[in-house]
């Protein structure tokens, strides 16, 4: 009887356990790559818009309207990715990138 109790544990900590690395390759990976690039991106526009105000350099602010996609790429995978009542949050996000992205 021992012996089957501890062989149902076994196999449902096994299962748990698969579900949650499926989870982490399906969404927690993707999504922190995704972040983590946008990150980068948005960073990288924030130090050209820097130098184009400070030196006036239009160029860089249309190299910031090209990244600009990018982010929005993203963005949409993002929420393609993330349970539905999360993805909502992004919307906000988006609004605020358009601001800072295209002046």
Known sequence: MALAIVAVMVSKTLSYNTDVVKG????????LNISSLN???VDQASERFN?????????LLDVNREVES????GLDELQRLLPKEQGRGLNALDKKIRVFVIV
């Open 39 to 41: 990150k980068v991106l």
């Open 70 to 73: 990018q982010i929005y790429l």
């Open 51 to 59: 130098i184009a105000v400070t030196i006036g350099d239009k160029e």
């Open 24 to 31: 982490i390759q399906e969404f927690d990976y993707p999504s």
